[in-house]
């Protein structure tokens, strides 16, 4: 089914701050490392709580830790795993994520290791590595195959996949693309006149 770009993390756009604001603050806090974590002298924490077992030496980030909505969200790592906080505040372990290559691609969503790319903290496992490329709002592909995030949109013509989002639309807003066959909206095929009156409203919207 269609998942919009306001429901993919689950989060109020305008809840982030002061849940922040709770984990900074509570006591014995010592540094907020990025927007998404913090840690003490002990452990590394997020605003779901302690991370179990992560390694506090080697503990890194790997990018700002705020999503697009303003949410804490990004993707982190220790020397023997991979973590990705989702907008909702739960961290999962990127079951195998080469950790030593592994890295953000700086919007807390991609990222990629030296075999695989990665959406919204899961592998893309049909991605072929060398020819993947980011094209915008959440949108990707590489020599074969057409992506929404961590789905593949099936069917899309690769060659001639168009990102038609305007690039100042508003935050949170559905997602459109085209090929030479099919119009979608984030990844399903929308009938074109429907289509075309989606792009018209982001285009006036001030």
Known sequence: SKTS?????????????????????????????????AMDKTAVYTTSGRIPDAELAAFQVLDNGQNDSGAPQGYAK?????YFHNGDGKVKII????????????????ARDEKRIYAYGKQLPKAELTSWELLGHWYSRDARRVY???????????????VCTPVDAALLVD????????FYQNDEIMEETLWLEQLCKMTQEP
């Open 148 to 162: 929404y995030l961590n789905r593949e949109i099936k069917g899309a013509d690769r060659d001639s996949f168009t």
């Open 5 to 37: 770009a306001a429901g993919i993390t689950g989060v109020n756009p305008l809840r982030p701050a002061s849940r922040r604001d709770r984990l900074v603050s509570r006591p014995g806090i010592v540094s907020g490392v990025n927007y998404a974590y």
């Open 95 to 110: 079951k195998g994520a080469e950790v030593s290559s592994f890295r953000s691609l700086g919007d807390t969503y991609f």
């Open 175 to 182: 997602h459109l693309a085209r090929d030479k066959d099919h």
């Open 78 to 82: 220790d020397s023997r795993q991979v």
